[in-house]
């Protein structure tokens, strides 16, 4: 089983999840965007061994925290998309642009694409591919517990923003309708930012994607 813990981390209270294997005690977290100290006493507490971090995108309050963490832990960062390498980039203005502690630019030891597999302990993350907020945005997806960690794609009752270099609001809808929608109505969806919700709820109730809004 998964056991999800998640930290709400930098002044953006963006959502870092930390994923536990229930039976081996193997983790992995995703966006880790900054808060390393705090971060570091959530996975104390929670009794595991963190392999690597994963991420979703290259946006500073998703990624801010990751090289840091790393090198404390002596593991890998992974993810995402190599379209997003730019964003990675930019991390020093970044920094500058949103007055976070300065972010070095570093490069993950493995770009995703579409469909690959991440495993840890008994479990496994589905790696999708979803542009649009991003050029080089990814979601996971653990289908055994049914959850899916979608980053800035899609919120509760919103989705992401598309006005930052790269973004596509006609690329975002699709993919949240082909990559998020065409998952059961009962897989819960844990986004960047804000409470969880689930697939069902937003396909009948989101107005960005419902046809009610743009």
């Given at each position: ?15 870092s ?19 390393v ?39 890998d960062?992974?993810?995402p ?17 949103f ?39 990814v ?5 055994s ?12 009752g ?14 975002l ?42």
């Amino acid at each position: 089983m998964l056991e999800v813990i998640t930290q709400p981390v930098t002044p953006f209270a963006q959502n870092s999840n930390l994923l536990v294997c229930q039976t081996t005690r193997q983790a992995v977290i995703i966006d880790p965007g900054g808060d390393v100290e705090k971060l570091m006493q959530v996975i104390e507490s929670a009794n595991c061994k963190l392999i690597a971090i994963l991420l979703t995108h290259g946006h500073l309050d998703h990624v801010g925290g990751a090289e840091q963490l790393a090198q404390h832990c002596n593991i890998d960062i992974v993810g995402p998309h190599l379209g997003d390498k730019f964003w990675l980039d930019a991390l020093p203005k970044q920094s500058e642009m949103f007055n976070f502690p300065m972010a070095e630019v570093f490069s993950p030891a493995k770009w995703l694409e579409e469909g690959e597999q991440f495993t840890f302990g008994e479990l496994t993350l589905e790696v999708r591919f979803t542009p649009g907020h991003t050029p080089g945005h990814v979601i996971f997806v653990e289908h055994s517990t049914k959850r899916i960690f979608v980053g800035d794609v899609l919120f509760k009752g919103s989705v992401g923003r598309t006005d930052f270099p790269g973004g596509n609001a006609a690329q975002l809808k699709q993919s949240i309708e082909s990559k998020i929608y065409s998952l059961p109505d009962d897989y819960t969806v844990f986004p960047g930012h804000g409470p969880t919700t689930t697939v069902g709820y937003e396909k009948q109730t989101n107005p960005f994607t419902s046809g009610r809004f743009g």
